[in-house]
């Protein structure tokens, strides 16, 4: 019903900067939720950002001051700009939409940060 593609991820080196996007396609509730997730190799999900139909943001404390969630309700997207990465920030990066009755998740995108 709910599909979500993302797209923007890549190798780059510590202090550098990506811009990761979401497109969400399909039959989409209008009051939702968008936010990032990671992943990293032996650890859990953890949320790096979301943000609300409204415009409210979260982040979670490591990347605050350094990424900025943004949205476009009109397109369904959602972009992620991540500035002064550290190889900490290595991760498989995972576009979520949530709504009262669903909950969708994008396959993942590859943000690998060299130092």
């Known amino acids: 019903q709910v599909q979500l593609v993302e797209s923007g991820g890549g190798l780059v080196q510590a202090g550098g900067s990506l811009r990761l996007s979401c497109a969400a396609s399909g039959s989409i509730f209008s009051s939702n939720d968008m936010g990032w997730y990671r992943q990293a190799p032996g650890k859990e999900r953890e949320l790096v950002a979301e943000v609300t139909t409204g415009g409210r943001t979260n982040y979670a404390d490591s990347v605050k001051g350094r990424f900025t969630i943004s949205r476009d309700n009109a397109k369904n997207t959602a972009l992620l700009q991540m500035n002064s990465l550290k190889p900490e920030d290595t991760a498989v990066y995972y576009c979520?939409?949530?709504?009262?009755?669903?909950?969708?998740w994008g396959q993942g995108t590859q943000v690998t940060v060299s130092s």
């Open positions: 979520n939409l949530r709504t009262r009755w669903e909950n969708y």
